[in-house]
């Protein structure tokens, strides 16, 4: 089973949190990590934006993507929030174990 890794961005701690919290409390990622106080440069409807976000880091399996982006849109403040999965190539077998047991229904 292919497991990602996916990067989402936040417009503050709180929302963050809010997102993170539903993404394991579903059991839709096994774990999400807020990195705070990121910076971020980028081009919005043709202007250069500068803004203070937060980094979501979550782990899941890739058959959870489209649950995974659908909730983070429901939640997330921004009309296009970032959500970018990048496949897990390779990971200590135990690891992939621990994903798999954290996201299964219980």
């Not at 989402?8 to 394991?24: F, G, M, P, R």
């Not at 782990?59 to 296009?80: I, P």
């Amino acid at each position: 089973m292919p497991y990602i890794v996916v990067f989402i961005t936040a417009s503050s701690k709180e929302e963050a949190d809010i997102i993170a919290n539903s993404l394991v409390d579903s059991r839709i990622a096994a774990c999400v990590n807020i990195v705070p106080g990121i910076k971020s440069i980028y081009t919005w409807k043709g202007n250069k934006e500068v803004s203070e976000e937060c980094l979501l880091i979550a782990k899941t399996k890739q058959a959870n993507f489209v649950k995974l982006k659908e909730r983070v849109k429901t939640l997330h403040s921004y009309d296009t929030p970032e959500i970018i999965s990048v496949l897990m190539n390779d990971a200590d077998d135990d690891y992939f174990n621990w994903i798999e047991e954290a996201i299964s229904i219980r």
